[in-house]
């Protein structure tokens, strides 16, 4: 049973336009979501969150957007860069005992084109 | 700076041995945590620990075992390797209330 999902295994974008990548999620219990980036052959860094109460957050080139209703959210990543090609997860959170557990979609390969 | 390490970064062993992986955080985290990725699956939760003592079962945690000693680290244990236990491991911790967890650079374990 798959609570964090990402239907798109791969996006290509090209270089300045925007990148939208999605996730949907199924538990109402997750108060917290984050986004993390992979390179090949690294760890997955933290990009950017949001809280459950929010609806947007904002951090430079990147912005999250959260539709609680719907259970969806999606990073924009405007402009995009070569540098953004990346594997990207939406994880999901739910506070368990004063801290959290993640739950990881399954990645979406995001490629930027010149 | 603080860190988290893995060590080794590739490991090569057989069906049935019994193999373990090293996680060291410089953080000084209560909260630490081990994941397997694997294409399609993302990243599940193997095992995770809150504290000195204290460990915890993941989402895919039959034939691993971790033991938690002291803060600074959580040492993953395949029992008997087996094939499907190839996969790339990445350890990762996180402080008391803190939503972001840190991540380790990974280990590719194949298992031959």
């Known amino acids: 049973d798959q609570q964090v999902k990402q239907n798109s295994p791969s996006l290509s974008v090209q270089e300045g336009r925007i990148s939208i990548l999605n996730c949907d999620y199924t538990?109402?219990?997750?108060?917290?979501f984050l986004w993390y980036k992979k390179y090949p052959a690294e760890g997955p860094t933290f990009l950017i969150s949001?809280?459950?109460?929010?609806d947007k957050n904002e951090d430079g080139r990147f912005t999250v957007f959260l539709n609680k209703s719907a259970k969806h959210l999606s990073l924009h990543i405007v402009p995009s860069q070569p540098g953004d090609s990346a594997v990207y997860f939406c994880?999901?959170?739910?506070?368990?005992?004063?801290?959290?557990?993640?739950?990881f979609g399954q990645g979406t390969r995001l490629t930027i084109n010149p | 700076d603080a860190e988290i390490t893995q060590s080794p970064r590739h490991k090569i062993t057989e069906t049935g041995r019994q193999v373990t992986l090293a996680c060291h955080q410089t953080?000084?985290?209560?909260?630490m945590f081990w994941y397997r990725q694997d294409l399609g699956h993302g990243l599940r939760l193997i095992h995770y620990?809150?504290?000195?003592?204290?460990?915890n079962k993941g989402e895919v945690s039959d034939g691993y075992s971790v033991s938690r000693s002291n803060t600074e680290d959580l040492p993953l244990t395949l029992e008997s390797a087996a094939s499907s236990q190839t996969s790339v491991y990445f350890c990762?911790?996180?402080?008391?209330?803190?939503?972001?967890?840190?991540f380790g650079p990974g280990t590719r374990l194949t298992v031959l």
């Open positions: 990762a911790s996180s402080g008391d209330y803190m939503n972001t967890q840190y």
């Open positions: 538990n109402s219990m997750f108060d917290y």
């Open positions: 949001i809280s459950s109460i929010k």
């Open positions: 994880a999901a959170s739910a506070r368990v005992q004063g801290a959290q557990k993640l739950v």
């Open positions: 953080w000084n985290h209560n909260n």
């Open positions: 620990s809150y504290g000195v003592q204290d460990t």
